[in-house]
Nanobody
């Protein structure tokens, strides 16, 4: 089993940057692809970025491509999301999760072991 805790959220002005971290416990962390999702008030949870178990493959939602970068360090059991050029529409609670089920990387139903989330607020 894997437990994850997100951190790094906060309030930032449009155009600014934040770095989110996901700290995972459990010896099987490096076996799983990992993903970041976000949920804004009144909206469904949406895919942001994902990374394969080795870190060799990364995937991004079109809305964040070129601005966000996902990375992982299996030695430290961490997954990071570097967010640059932030926009007010990036405001949401950001969640980290492990891809423990079969399915596509961009479907939240493929993921389990969700964290509690970290709030990101981008002011205009």
């Amino acid at each position: 089993q894997v437990q994850v805790v997100e951190s790094g959220g906060g309030l930032v002005q449009a155009g600014g940057s934040l770095r989110l971290s996901c700290a995972a416990s459990g010896r099987t962390f490096s076996s799983y692809g990992m993903g970041w999702f976000r949920q804004a008030p009144g909206k469904e949870r949406e895919f942001v970025a994902a990374i394969s178990w080795s870190g060799g493959s990364t995937y991004y939602a079109d809305s964040v491509k070129g601005r966000f970068t996902i990375s992982r360090d299996n030695a430290k059991n961490t997954v990071n999301l570097q967010m640059n050029s932030l926009k007010p529409e990036d405001t949401a609670v950001y969640y980290c999760a492990a891809q423990i089920y079969s399915g596509t990387y961009y479907h939240n139903t493929s993921y389990g072991y969700w964290g509690q989330g970290t709030q990101v607020t981008v002011s205009s």
